[in-house]
């Protein structure tokens, strides 16, 4: 069993940059996908960027330009620098990670980021 825990999140004033980690107690392929979702209060679970096999990327709209993501496959590990941070990313921000057949994956139990001034 794989489990995830994400450190990294806290207090940023706006315009300022935090960088997400996620740790995997176990063993993570390569050609498993990773991802980070965020959850504001009172919305939906969402989409922030994916990082599949390979190191292809991609973000959702309202973060592109201003977050990567990336990966180090030999640590288990995943990473989200984020700059150029508004009010509106605040939400709890998950890591999330999944096999390419889908029916292996697992969730991180989130890290708040609030961004504040």
């Known amino acids: 069993q794989v489990q995830l825990v994400e450190s990294g999140g806290g207090l940023v004033q706006p315009g300022g940059s935090l960088r997400l980690s996620c740790a995997a107690s176990?063993?993570?392929?390569?050609?498993?996908?990773m991802a980070w979702y965020r959850q504001a209060p009172g919305k939906q679970r969402e989409l922030v960027a994916t990082?599949?096999?390979?190191?292809?990327?991609n973000y959702a709209d309202s973060v592109k330009g201003r977050f990567t993501i990336s990966r180090d496959d030999a640590k288990n590990t995943a990473f989200l620098q984020m700059d150029s941070l508004k009010p509106e990313d605040t939400a709890v921000y998950y890591c999330?990670?999944?096999?390419?057949?889908?029916?292996?994956?697992?969730w991180g139990h989130g890290t708040q980021v609030t961004v504040s001034s």
């Open positions: 999330y990670v999944v096999s390419p057949s889908g029916q292996i994956n697992y």
């Open positions: 176990g063993k993570i392929f390569t050609m498993y996908t």
């Open positions: 990082i599949r096999n390979g190191g292809v990327t």
